[in-house]
């Protein structure tokens, strides 16, 4: 039987020219996205509050002779107009024993960036990158830090970790390192987001591809507890509009015999009603989704349906790259990218998508090379 896709990964197989301009339509008009492909080995990515710069995570592998793979962890800024790094600092060494995301945020003051490592958390000056702070989640064996997403407020961050099929949300302030808020989900966790005052946050906890009952867990902050928990099939990553809670679908458990087109869902945040999906002509809407400044992405990239007849499973495949943007609630298309074939090695992975707070700017990681598009 084929293995579900369930970790998500922060880099997707892609080769792309280092500087191009894009051509997009939008209800039949075609400006030029100005682009920038950094060249850098970068594990996730985020941009300065003021859109200048992009903080990026670099991890580099060895083996020494003791047989083991090790990882080092390394913090960058860079100019991404002049595909120039200006700073750079060294974190953390580890043993490799799987995927991590390595992630990165500013803190919504710019004041603060934090960067992961599988199992603890570094706070740092952006300007410097001085070590301010390092943060040791209690973390039982084997789990590791997949996700963090900083307050849209104030300098709060969730810490999203895993192990095989359960997941564990923390959540410290970063001036004192103190622990504000601890959740254990049955779950993996897909994906967590913030609402735009920083009130409340919500978290994405499938069994992805089966028909166990999968949900959104949503949660707030005054005081920190449980607030309700909404049904949604194969939540891969969601995302907090001013009145709504979108959320996408994972590409792989698209599977089916008979096709089923993958839309963009979303639930009233007033009422917690589920409102009317979103489609696309001829392309599904998955994997990843970012809101920011009234402006909504999400992959669009073409998914294709593969079967094992023997074992009588089906999946998704990415075969192309793709994203969309809607702006507005209730939102309306106001592009679509061009589209980037796959090449057939090496193995699929999913792609990354991240708004800019100021909505100008995207990034998409492909193969661990990020690319910077300027959006009109």
């Not at 997949?146 to 959540?171: D, K, Q, S, W």
Request: glycine residues 6%.
């Amino acid at each position: 039987m084929k293995p579900l896709l369930i970790e998500r990964r922060c880099w997707v197989r892609a080769s792309l020219p280092v500087m191009a301009f894009l051509v997009v339509s939008a209800f039949g008009q075609s400006p030029a996205i100005r682009n920038w492909d950094l060249r850098v080995a970068a594990t996730d990515a985020d941009f300065s509050i003021d859109d200048r710069f992009l903080a990026v995570t670099v991890e580099t592998t060895n083996t020494p002779a003791d047989g083991h793979s090790y990882a080092t962890e390394s913090v960058q800024i860079w100019d991404y107009r002049d595909n120039r790094k200006i700073s750079g600092a060294e974190l953390a060494t580890y043993l490799k024993a799987g995927p991590t995301p390595n992630c990165v945020r500013y803190t919504a003051d710019g004041k603060m960036l934090v960067s992961s490592d599988p199992t603890r958390l570094y706070v740092l000056d952006p300007s410097s990158l001085k070590l301010l702070r390092v943060i040791n989640p209690e973390l039982s064996t084997d789990f590791r830090i997949f996700h963090i997403e900083t307050a849209p407020t104030g300098h709060v961050v969730l810490i999203a970790a895993n192990r095989v099929e359960r997941g564990i949300l923390v959540a410290y302030d970063l001036d004192s390192g103190r622990l504000l808020f601890k959740w254990k989900s049955p779950r993996r966790i897909n994906s967590v987001d913030w609402n735009s005052d920083g009130t409340r946050f919500a978290v994405a906890a499938p069994l992805l591809c089966t028909r166990i009952r999968d949900t959104l867990e949503v949660f707030g902050t005054n005081p920190w507890s449980h607030l309700r928990t909404l049904t949604a099939r194969n939540p891969a990553s969601l995302a907090f509009s001013q009145g709504r809670l979108f959320w996408v679908e994972s590409g792989y458990c698209k599977g089916s015999l008979i096709h089923r087109q993958l839309g963009l869902e979303s639930f009233d945040t007033r009422t917690w009603d589920r409102q009317k999906a979103v489609f696309l002509r001829e392309r599904d809407i998955h994997d990843s989704i970012s809101f920011a400044n009234s402006r909504l992405v999400a992959d669009t990239g073409k998914l294709e349906l593969k079967h094992d007849w023997l074992d009588g499973t089906s999946w998704g495949d990415a075969v192309s790259i793709q994203f969309t943007l809607w702006a507005g609630e209730p939102a309306s298309v106001e592009f679509t990218s061009p589209s980037w074939p796959i090449p057939l090695q090496p193995p699929p992975a999913m792609s990354q998508l991240r708004l800019s707070r100021t909505g100008k700017m995207v990034v998409l990681i492909h193969n661990r090379s990020p690319r910077v598009m300027e959006i009109p």
